[in-house]
């Protein structure tokens, strides 16, 4: 009987870990086949043979060749699995984000590589399980906000034409959703209007609990089907439970990773950036439950089967939809 190896812990054991190919070949293996019965990712035959030299197989259904990589986001990458397993690391455990150009050093590759690369990754981190919060007895927090440049930042007749009377426009609107003692879903809406507002909060909350926002006029109507209390921020930011504090601090960990660390975050890719920050959130560590940077990895890497997106798609070169989940 085999003994089971034991996982890395800190980047230091992770890239003396995976500096053994077959070590990170075994690893990767154990992830994309879990039951340890190898399929055809093409065909899902288990008719084949191995080729341990190059460490791929022959299916003998489709009859053609397929590597550990094949049907995963690493497909049809030169890099190697050691420089996968160690940006994923990276990526998943910098609570503040990590840039592609610190990635390329850190592994010796371009920058464009890198950006692909942290793409990929998010892509694996992305929850594509539809989220329900709350419940009766619950408590969620449903909050939003704007990413874009500062006012204070901006020159003046840029001011003007992205600060109007009407509120803010030329900015991204992100609302979030916060169950206290949970889990945060956050998502890019077009608007802050009514029915964008309350949509996404009919869907992602279940029906009878208690709600807390601010006093915008577009959560007005959530009664009597959520238990809606608002708080003035005009006057105050907590009377009592009544508060989006918890939400508050989401946003403040979201807007110090695309301002301090990825600067420039372009409106069509947005959504991936929160979907990693929603991930370390969501998979942090808390007084009740501890998780550790080998854990949050691992929650990372057995989410990269079937979720393959191509530079082309990237980029919206291609013929599919940029915003492809």
Same mark, same amino acid.
């Given at each position: 009987?085999?003994?089971?190896?034991? %996982?890395? &812990?800190?980047?230091?054991?992770?890239?003396?870990?995976?500096?053994?190919?077959?070590?990170?070949? !075994?690893?990767?293996?154990?992830?994309?086949?879990?039951?340890?019965?190898?399929?055809?990712? +093409?065909?899902?035959?288990?008719?084949?043979?191995?080729?341990?030299?190059?460490?791929?197989?022959?299916?003998?259904?489709?009859?053609?060749?397929?590597?550990?990589?094949?049907?995963?986001?690493?497909?049809?990458?030169?890099?190697?699995? !050691?420089?996968?397993?160690?940006?994923?690391?990276?990526?998943?455990?910098? &609570?503040?984000?990590?840039?592609?150009?610190?990635? *390329?050093?850190?592994?010796?590759?371009?920058? &464009?590589?890198?950006?692909?690369?942290?793409?990929?990754?998010? %892509?694996?981190?992305?929850?594509?399980?539809?989220?329900? %919060?709350?419940?009766?007895?619950?408590?969620?927090?449903? !909050?939003?906000?704007?990413?874009?440049?500062?006012?204070?930042?901006?020159?003046?007749? #840029?001011?003007?034409?992205?600060?109007?009377?009407?509120?803010?426009?030329?900015?991204?609107?992100?609302?979030?959703?916060?169950?206290?003692?949970?889990?945060?879903?956050?998502?890019?809406?077009?608007? +802050? #209007?009514?029915?964008?507002?309350?949509?996404?909060? #009919?869907?992602?909350?279940?029906?009878?609990?208690?709600?807390?926002? !601010?006093?915008?006029?577009?959560?007005?109507?959530?009664?009597?089907?959520?238990?809606?209390?608002?708080?003035?921020? *005009?006057?105050?930011?907590?009377?009592?439970?009544?508060?989006?504090?918890?939400?508050?601090?989401?946003?403040? /960990?979201?807007?110090?990773?695309?301002?301090?660390?990825?600067?420039?975050?372009?409106?069509?890719? %947005?959504?991936?950036?929160?979907?990693?920050?929603?991930? +370390?959130?969501?998979?942090?560590?808390? &007084?009740?439950?501890?998780?550790?940077?080998?854990? +949050?990895?691992?929650?990372?890497?057995?989410?990269?089967?079937?979720?393959?997106?191509?530079?082309?798609? /990237?980029?919206?070169?291609?013929?599919?939809?940029?915003?492809?989940?």
């Amino acid at each position: 009987m085999s003994t089971p190896v034991k %996982l890395p &812990k800190t980047l230091q054991e992770a890239v003396s870990f995976f500096s053994d190919p077959q070590k990170t070949f !075994d690893y990767a293996v154990s992830l994309r086949w879990p039951t340890g019965k190898v399929t055809c990712p +093409r065909c899902e035959s288990t008719e084949h043979s191995f080729i341990s030299t190059r460490r791929l197989w022959y299916c003998k259904g489709c009859k053609k060749q397929f590597t550990v990589k094949v049907g995963t986001i690493f497909e049809d990458s030169a890099l190697g699995m !050691d420089k996968w397993m160690i940006a994923v690391w990276m990526i998943v455990n910098c &609570k503040n984000g990590i840039s592609s150009y610190e990635i *390329a050093r850190a592994l010796g590759i371009t920058q &464009k590589s890198a950006w692909f690369m942290m793409h990929r990754v998010r %892509l694996a981190m992305h929850n594509k399980d539809f989220v329900k %919060l709350g419940g009766p007895g619950s408590e969620v927090e449903v !909050d939003e906000t704007f990413i874009g440049g500062a006012a204070r930042f901006m020159h003046s007749e #840029r001011r003007k034409r992205v600060i109007t009377e009407r509120g803010v426009k030329d900015k991204m609107a992100v609302i979030g959703i916060l169950e206290r003692g949970g889990k945060v879903h956050a998502n890019v809406i077009p608007t +802050r #209007r009514k029915h964008h507002l309350q949509g996404e909060i #009919r869907a992602h909350v279940a029906a009878k609990s208690a709600i807390y926002t !601010d006093a915008l006029m577009s959560y007005q109507g959530l009664n009597p089907d959520f238990a809606h209390k608002t708080i003035d921020h *005009a006057e105050r930011y907590v009377e009592g439970q009544i508060h989006t504090n918890g939400l508050e601090n989401f946003w403040c /960990l979201l807007k110090r990773g695309l301002k301090g660390t990825y600067i420039a975050v372009e409106p069509f890719h %947005l959504f991936r950036y929160v979907d990693e920050q929603v991930f +370390r959130y969501n998979n942090r560590a808390t &007084k009740d439950h501890f998780i550790g940077d080998g854990d +949050r990895f691992q929650i990372a890497m057995s989410h990269i089967a079937n979720r393959r997106i191509t530079y082309e798609q /990237l980029t919206g070169k291609g013929t599919d939809a940029v915003h492809q989940a």
